[in-house]
């Protein structure tokens, strides 16, 4: 038979965590006597019964992790979820992987799946419409699971999980100081990731590089129409020296738009883009490249859940890690490779 209510909706009812309803009614010491009498009044009230394969696989190991990824069709997550299968296997674990398609009402249905207890942990690249909406309470209420959680490659938020990935910010920053270095006194930036937290953050690091005396020359936008009158504005009417592209889109209209228009690569304009090496193998000339690492990225995130598991983590202390880039030099801009 179903259960009257879940232990999710417990918590709504009382206001408080499911972590907490779920102690209360296990008699932890950590429940104040009161709480305990609230939340076992309320269950008998609703008629609440546990599941009890959710009890069993809470109280032992499954062996197996899931992994959400935001899009696979991205080789970038496909090389994270190589890095974290081979980690996995290390730890003797099995992978499960979702795809959300950066999809909140894709992420949320998987997210409520894996707190059935499935799974003994989580490693999650919030969705793009998700972060647009800035609706996180299902990945809270995994948290609230005690499901461990480890945020990888988009973990610009304030949540008392793991993370691992790079650091965006500070990659545009670097790049843009050193064209500053080398002259260059007009340098866009073009993106059509503006609603994820990474596009955000490069444009950031961009604007903090600039100096004073030096305009911005932004080209954002995820409709095509939109993004190519900016690109326009910024290549044709400001004649920027180089452009920094946030995303594989980006690039390739910014390149396709300089051979349209005659406009010489990197003669008369140097670009740089948040690509794979893949890609830009096939281009004459060939983009450089931020290189993200994404294999790294994965080991990290499988290494830090693989600790929470075994009880090597700190209790009540998150620990984030940052995974260094490197700018590939090849035949878009003319300068050396360290970042």
């Known amino acids: 038979m179903k259960n009257k209510i879940t232990l999710k909706e417990?918590?709504?009812?009382?206001?408080?965590s499911v972590s907490t309803v779920s102690k209360a009614l296990n008699d932890s010491p950590e429940i104040s006597q009161k709480t305990v009498e609230r939340v076992k009044e309320l269950a008998t009230l609703h008629n609440y019964r546990p599941n009890p394969v959710a009890?069993?696989?809470?109280?032992?190991?499954?062996?197996?992790?899931?992994?959400?990824?935001?899009?696979?069709?991205?080789?970038?997550?496909?090389?994270?979820?190589?890095?974290?299968?081979a980690r996995a296997q290390e730890e003797g674990l099995q992978v499960i992987t979702y795809i959300s398609n950066e999809s909140y009402d894709r992420e949320v249905q998987i997210i409520d799946h894996l707190t059935s207890g499935f799974v003994d942990g989580v490693l999650l690249s919030?969705?793009?419409?998700?972060q647009r909406k800035r609706a996180f309470e299902h990945i809270y209420n995994l948290i609230d699971y005690d499901i461990p959680v480890v945020l990888y490659d988009r973990i610009n938020y304030d949540m008392?999980?793991?993370?691992?990935g790079v650091d965006d910010a500070e990659s545009f920053k670097k790049v843009t100081t050193k064209l500053i270095k080398k002259g260059i006194k007009k340098i866009g930036v073009v993106s059509t990731i503006l609603h994820l937290v990474n596009g955000k953050e490069r444009i950031r690091g961009y604007q903090e590089a600039l100096l004073p005396s030096m305009k911005e020359h932004?080209?954002?936008?995820?409709?095509?129409?939109?993004?190519?009158e900016k690109?326009?504005?910024?290549?044709?009417?400001?004649?920027?020296?180089?452009?920094?592209?946030?995303?594989?889109?980006?690039?390739?209209?910014?390149?396709?738009?300089?051979?349209?228009?005659?406009?010489?690569?990197?003669?008369?304009?140097?670009?740089?883009?948040?690509?794979?090496e893949e890609i830009t193998s096939y281009l004459t000339?060939?983009?450089?490249?931020?290189?993200?690492?994404?294999?790294?990225?994965?080991?990290?995130?499988?290494?830090?859940?693989?600790?929470?598991?075994?009880?090597?983590?700190?209790?009540?202390?998150?620990?984030?890690?940052?995974?260094k880039t490197k700018l590939v030099n090849l035949e878009s801009t003319t300068f050396d490779s360290e970042l």
């Open 126 to 130: 919030i969705a793009e419409e998700t």
């Open 218 to 228: 932004i080209a954002a936008s995820t409709r095509r129409e939109f993004l190519e």
């Open 55 to 85: 009890v069993n696989l809470k109280s032992s190991r499954s062996g197996t992790i899931g992994v959400i990824i935001p899009n696979i069709a991205n080789v970038f997550f496909a090389k994270v979820l190589s890095g974290i299968e």
């Open 160 to 164: 008392p999980v793991d993370k691992v």
């Open 231 to 276: 690109i326009h504005e910024i290549l044709i009417d400001d004649k920027v020296e180089a452009v920094l592209c946030c995303d594989t889109e980006s690039t390739m209209r910014v390149y396709r738009y300089a051979y349209e228009n005659n406009i010489r690569i990197p003669e008369d304009l140097k670009v740089v883009g948040f690509l794979n």
């Open 285 to 323: 000339p060939s983009i450089s490249y931020i290189e993200q690492n994404p294999r790294k990225i994965g080991k990290g995130a499988m290494k830090l859940l693989g600790k929470r598991l075994k009880g090597e983590a700190e209790l009540n202390k998150t620990t984030e890690k940052i995974i």
């Open 10 to 16: 417990l918590s709504k009812l009382l206001n408080v």
